[in-house]
């Protein structure tokens, strides 16, 4: 089993930055793939950026070139760093792990990120 709790939503203006953090604990060892998703009212959940062991990370098309997701130098911690948000932003975002060989998903509590112009 893996828990996640994610930190670092909050309010910021167009244009501005946020950085999420997600901390993992438990079965850390077997989590092969880390990222984010977000949901927006009355939307589905979308990923956001993701990340493989050893890998690149991929993001949708919509935040490439403002968002960046990056590894802690614990291996149990993952961020995405925000910048020039925009109100289509807005979403409550969530962190994701994918186990190895399971192929089980776990999901953090979710946290808001409310972005205005």
């Known amino acids: 089993q893996v828990q996640l709790v994610e930190s670092g939503g909050g309010s910021a203006q167009a244009g501005g930055s946020l950085r999420l953090s997600c901390a993992a604990s438990?079965?850390?060892?077997?989590?092969?793939?880390m990222g984010w998703y977000r949901q927006a009212p009355g939307k589905q959940r979308e990923l956001v950026a993701v990340?493989?062991?050893?890998?690149?990370?991929n993001y949708v098309d919509s935040v490439k070139g403002r968002f960046t997701l990056a590894r802690g130098d614990a291996k149990n911690t993952w961020y995405l760093q925000m910048n020039s948000l925009k109100p289509e932003d807005t979403a409550v975002y969530y962190c994701?792990?994918?186990?190895?060989?399971?192929?089980?998903?776990?999901w953090g509590q979710g946290t808001q990120v409310t972005v205005s112009s």
């Open positions: 990340i493989s062991s050893g890998g690149n990370a």
């Open positions: 438990g079965s850390i060892s077997s989590i092969y793939a």
């Open positions: 994701n792990a994918v186990a190895r060989f399971s192929g089980n998903d776990y």
